[in-house]
C-alpha cells in the first residue's frame, strides 16, 4: 500500500532507517539524515553540477568491465548534461584513467587517450581482464526523446518538489534513494524514459515524494499486517512477500523477517526490481503509455471507483506520471 495511503555499484551493503508518520508530518520536514552503514563513494560523492577536482581513481589505469544489463552511455563529459557519444554494451572492456565525482573517464583502446565519461557505478569492480583489441563496434545512442536518464540527487530533488508543488524535504539520504532508483530500473529493464516515468510516477507516490520505504502507520489494522508497505513501490501481503524471498533467495527469509527490505538498500533495490519486471509485468505497460494500467495494477484503483479516495490517487498518479515526463524531457534537452 502507498506510504500515503489510506487513500551506475560496489555492491556494499548499506542500511537505510524507515521513517514513520509522526516524522513528516508536513510537505516540509526537518531532521537529522537517517544512518547509512557501508555508504558507497558515489554516495558522498557532491552533486553532478558541482563536481569535486578530478583525483586519482583507485585503481585507475586498470580495466573494468560495464556491468549495467542494458549498456551505459560514453558521454562527453562528468555528467548526463553531456551529450552521449556512444552507447557501451554490457561486459564492454574500459581502461580508467580518473575520477570526476560519480563519474570515470576512460579509454576504449588501451592506449591512455580520453575517449569520455562513464558512470562509475556500473563499471565492474572485480580483478583485472585483459583488454580485448581492437575495440568492440558500438551502437549509436538512442534518440534524447528516449534515453534513459540517470537519477541524481539534484534531479530527484526537482521531482520531487515539482510533483508535490512544494518544497520536500526528506529525511533520507538522497544520495542513496537516487542511486537506488536508478539501480532499481536497470535491474528491472526500466531502461527507456516512458519505462522510467511509469516506474518513477508510482515510486514518488508510494514513498510520499521519497520520504519514507516503509508504509506509515505499519499497517496496524489492516487484515495484511505485517506484510504492510515496503520499499519503493511498497510490497504488500504475505503472498507477495514469499513469492518475492522464492524468487530471489530460494527460501522464505523475507517471510521471517520482512523488514530486511528496510534494513538493507540492496534488498530494496532487489525487491522493487523483481516486482516490477517479474511480478506484475509493467514494461509492456510502459511502453503503450498506460499509465491507468500501471495504476491498476500497482494499486488496483480506477477512475471509474466509487470511492473518492481512490479516483483521488489516480488522478494523482496520472498528474505525476505527466510532470516527471515533462521534467525528463527538459532535463534530457539542457
Not at 517471510?255 to 509492456?284: C, G, H, M, S
Request: glycine share 8%; hydrophobic share 40%.
Amino acid at each position: 500500500m502507498p506510504a500515503q495511503a489510506t487513500a551506475d555499484a560496489s555492491g556494499a551493503s548499506q542500511t537505510l532507517d524507515p521513517i514513520d508518520a509522526t516524522d513528516v508530518p508536513e510537505a516540509v520536514s526537518s531532521g537529522e539524515l537517517p544512518s547509512v552503514a557501508g555508504a558507497l563513494d558515489m554516495l558522498s560523492a557532491p552533486d553532478m553540477a558541482d563536481p569535486e577536482p578530478p583525483e586519482p581513481l583507485a585503481g585507475a589505469g586498470t580495466i573494468r568491465r560495464v556491468s549495467a544489463r542494458h549498456g551505459l552511455y560514453l558521454r562527453g563529459g562528468p555528467g548526463t548534461e553531456f551529450p552521449g557519444l556512444q552507447l557501451l554494451p554490457y561486459g564492454t572492456q574500459v581502461n580508467v584513467l580518473r575520477r570526476e565525482g560519480q563519474w570515470a573517464l576512460v579509454d576504449m583502446l588501451g592506449d591512455s587517450a580520453a575517449d569520455g565519461f562513464v558512470f562509475s557505478s556500473f563499471l565492474d569492480s572485480a580483478g583485472p581482464v585483459a583488454l580485448a583489441a581492437p575495440a568492440p563496434t558500438l551502437p549509436a545512442a538512442s534518440p534524447e526523446s528516449d534515453q534513459f536518464i540517470l537519477i541524481n540527487p539534484p534531479l530527484l530533488q526537482a521531482i520531487m518538489d515539482r510533483c508535490a508543488n512544494a518544497r520536500i524535504k526528506s529525511k533520507l539520504d538522497l544520495g542513496v534513494v537516487a542511486d537506488a532508483l536508478t539501480r532499481s530500473m536497470l535491474k528491472a529493464d526500466a531502461n527507456t524514459r516512458k519505462r522510467e516515468v511509469g516506474f518513477l510516477s508510482q515510486a514518488v507516490i508510494e514513498t510520499d515524494f521519497f520520504r519514507t520505504f516503509k508504509e506509515y502507520g505499519a499497517g496496524a489494522g489492516k487484515s495484511y499486517a505485517p506484510y504492510y508497505g515496503r520499499g519503493m513501490h511498497q510490497l504488500t501481503w504475505r503472498d507477495t512477500y514469499a513469492a518475492c524471498s522464492k524468487a530471489l533467495f530460494s527460501d522464505d527469509r523475507l517471510v521471517q523477517d520482512p523488514d530486511l527490505i528496510l534494513k538493507d538498500i540492496e534488498i530494496n533495490i532487489a525487491a522493487t526490481a523483481w516486482f516490477w519486471r517479474d511480478y506484475k509485468p509493467f514494461n509492456r505497460l510502459a511502453d503503450a503509455g498506460d499509465i491507468d494500467g500501471i495504476i491498476y495494477r500497482l494499486y488496483g484503483g480506477k477512475i471509474t471507483s466509487p470511492n473518492p479516495n481512490v479516483r483521488r490517487s489516480v488522478l494523482l498518479r496520472r498528474s505525476y506520471y505527466k510532470t516527471i515526463d515533462g521534467l525528463l524531457d527538459q532535463h534530457s534537452a539542457q
